[in-house]
């Protein structure tokens, strides 16, 4: 399983772009990147899931460079209502199994 | 409505008194997993299934126990509670793969 790194924390101001990147230099070749969006006493949400180059849906933009030791989860505009933890995962392309979400970024968005 | 439903949303009980919370999901999903959260350590992973009849540890099963007997259904028991094991707790489930993973409302579990 790859272990994945952020920062603990980030803070934002609504109307901001904001970057968080993950780090996961261990990747395997058949490992998919997946970010999900917890808030308080709430079950995590998926946000959006990528394996390399962009990806981009309505709520966010992954980004992925050629070497996939890392990734970026860019959220446009965010608002007081982005205000969550967010976590990366890493996944394998054979499915499910062990799962380790780590800490995730907790992120603040300020008016 | 498709989702994932546990029971109960939230429990009080004593040391060593048996407890199952459940479990339910309406999606057809193969992959079922059960997860602890508790303040600063995120998400961990308690046990998960790949199918009917098809159990694994995660990374800190110790003090529970599961059941995959039927698809939709995978209840997490605890035989002996102990006051360490008070936490936030969550269900999820997939279609397998790498499909994404649909989590449950979340049991806020106290032991006394």
């Known amino acids: 399983l790859a272990k994945t790194t952020q920062p603990i924390s980030m803070d934002s101001y609504e109307g901001q772009e904001v970057n968080i990147t993950c780090s996961h230099n261990?990747?395997?070749?058949?490992?998919?990147i997946t970010w999900y969006q917890q808030f308080p006493s709430q079950g995590p949400r998926f946000i959006i899931q990528g394996y390399k180059t962009k990806v981009t849906n309505e709520v966010a933009s992954l980004f992925i460079p050629a070497d996939r030791k890392s990734s970026t989860l860019s959220l446009p505009r965010v608002s007081l209502s982005d205000t969550a933890v967010y976590y990366c995962?890493?996944?394998?392309?054979?499915?499910?199994?062990?799962?380790?979400f780590g800490a995730g970024t907790r992120l603040a968005v300020h008016p | 409505e498709a989702q994932v439903t546990q029971n109960p949303r939230y429990l009080i009980t004593v040391t060593g008194k048996k407890l199952t919370v459940t479990c339910s999901q309406n999606?057809?999903?193969?992959?079922m997993s059960w997860y602890r959260q508790d303040p600063g350590l995120g998400l961990r992973q308690i046990y998960y299934?790949?199918?009917?009849?098809?159990?694994d540890k995660g990374d800190v099963p110790e003090g529970y126990k599961v059941s995959r007997k039927e698809k939709r259904n995978f209840p997490l028991i605890l035989e002996s509670p102990s006051p360490n094991q008070t936490s936030l707790y969550f269900c999820a489930s997939s279609l397998g793969g790498y499909e994404k993973l649909f989590f449950g409302s979340g049991t806020q579990l106290s032991v006394l």
């Open positions: 995962l890493v996944v394998p392309m054979s499915g499910y199994n062990k799962l380790i």
């Open positions: 999606m057809n999903h193969e992959y």
């Open positions: 299934s790949m199918n009917v009849e098809v159990t």
């Open positions: 261990n990747i395997a070749t058949n490992d998919y």
